[in-house]
């Protein structure tokens, strides 16, 4: 299978890590803002093509398939047109920045009947599969999940500390990790409410933000999401449950007595971004939907929409 992906940054050298253990799979574009330093990550994993062009790389011979790592902004637009072009794709989170958008890429993709996937990694991290399977065979309920997304961040810089060309936004790409995640493991989300700090001067959106959910089985949801903390950083999930409780780190998961749980063998790989391109992959192979497919993670931002209504007083 032959796959461009987009976006020489942080994340798009996380999927190219995962995509060398696929077998059968190919890279043979690589997409990037600027010509020279997407040169040297494509020199780095062997990728023979790379442009600062998606319209280039999707005029690849035998192309499938598109991993976009672009900027937010970009998602919506970019998946539209690789979509439009007859490519299967894979959008890493969040799908859109605005509602409207995200509904016309789940369009796009009923009509063309294409994969159409959005990288919500938490449904592939072990940790969170490893409960969601205990959840589905009806030994646990959620009855809250606390979670805490915490950042140290006052200028603009990506996962590795490099300047960044876009402006990162805490409701509408973090908060939909944990929405999306809560809706999955509690059921669909009922009730939703938001308050935010004071907007930053210069980065122009809220460094500090507090969500409350409420799912229709009466599992509630805690969201503490923060640009200014200078402590422990990234996303910790406290799950209390009817019949035990648990507190997951990304790929690893202990008791609420901080106890380690084994969930080498939950799936074929401790790698979330890696399990979640298995799955966009496996999906366009057999010819279904993806775990995590548009159609899927949608309700997730029709909430996210809501909350941003909610937050401007609309």
């Not at 062009?53 to 690849?60: D, I, N, R, V």
């Not at 930053?200 to 809220?206: N, R, S, T, W």
Request: charged share 20%.
């Amino acid at each position: 299978m032959k796959i461009a992906l987009a976006g020489a940054g942080a994340f798009g050298e996380k999927h190219l890590d995962g995509l060398k253990n696929i077998d059968g799979v190919e890279v043979v574009s690589l997409v990037g803002g600027r010509l020279d330093p997407t040169l040297a990550v494509a020199q780095k994993y062997g990728i023979g093509h790379a442009t600062t062009e998606l319209a280039e790389a999707l005029g690849q011979p035998g192309l499938d398939a598109v991993i976009l790592c672009t900027p937010t902004q970009m998602h919506a637009a970019q998946a539209l047109q690789c979509l439009d072009a007859g490519k299967h794709v894979q959008v890493e989170i969040p799908l859109c920045d605005s509602l409207a958008d995200g509904e016309a890429v789940l369009k796009k993709q009923q009509e063309a009947g294409l994969v159409a996937m959005v990288g919500h990694t938490r449904r592939f991290n072990p940790s969170h599969q490893y409960l969601h399977r205990k959840i589905a065979a009806g030994e646990l309920a959620v009855q809250q999940m606390d979670v805490q997304t915490y950042f140290f961040r006052r200028s603009n810089i990506n996962a590795k500390g490099e300047p960044r060309s876009w402006t990162d936004h805490l409701l509408w790409h973090h908060a939909a990790h944990s929405v999306d995640l809560f809706a999955w493991q509690a059921g669909p989300i009922v009730e939703a409410n938001a308050i935010q700090g004071p907007i930053h001067p210069e980065l122009g959106i809220a460094m500090d933000m507090s969500i409350q959910l409420k799912s229709e089985s009466g599992a509630i949801c805690t969201l503490s999401l923060s640009f200014n903390n200078d402590g422990p950083l990234g996303t910790f999930f406290r799950y209390i449950c009817d019949n035990g409780t648990w507190v997951a780190r990304y790929d690893d998961l202990v008791t609420g007595r901080e106890e380690p749980v084994d969930v080498s063998n939950v799936d074929v790989s401790m790698n979330g971004i890696e399990l979640q391109d298995r799955e966009f992959i496996a999906a366009i192979r057999e010819g279904r939907e993806p775990n995590a497919s548009v159609a899927q993670v949608m309700p997730c931002y029709r909430v996210l929409d809501r909350l941003e209504r909610q937050l401007k007083g609309a």
